[in-house]
């Protein structure tokens, strides 16, 4: 089994950082592709940003030039730099990833989510 623990949120002025960071554990052989998406109330889950294993990015063009990912292959972790935040960015954030298990099955896994709030 692999769990996904995210943290980082938090409450933000309108122009202000935050880093997400998203650890993944358990039995894992490889990850691979490790994403962030968020969530509001009124919106389904949206694609926010995507890195694979050998470090190539994708963004969407809401957060391109604000946001930046990353991420260390020995650690498993996934962190997602977040700049120039605007009320719009308020959701819960999740880390998406798909691992390699000892069961030897590739699944796509999610975190619990972290709530990020822009407010003055």
């Known amino acids: 089994q692999v769990q996904l623990v995210e943290s980082g949120g938090g409450l933000v002025q309108p122009g202000g950082s935050l880093r997400l960071s998203c650890a993944a554990s358990g039995s894992i052989v490889t990850v691979y592709g490790m994403r962030w998406f968020r969530q509001t109330p009124e919106k389904q889950r949206e694609f926010v940003a995507q890195i694979t294993s050998d470090g190539r990015t994708t963004y969407t063009d809401f957060v391109k030039g604000r946001f930046t990912i990353t991420r260390d292959n020995a650690k498993n972790t996934v962190w997602l730099q977040m700049n120039s935040l605007k009320p719009e960015d308020t959701a819960v954030y999740y880390c998406?990833?798909?691992?390699?298990?000892?069961?030897?099955?590739?699944?796509?896994?999610w975190g619990q989510g972290t709530q990020v709030t822009v407010s003055s």
């Open positions: 998406n990833a798909d691992a390699f298990a000892a069961d030897q099955v590739v699944r796509g896994y």
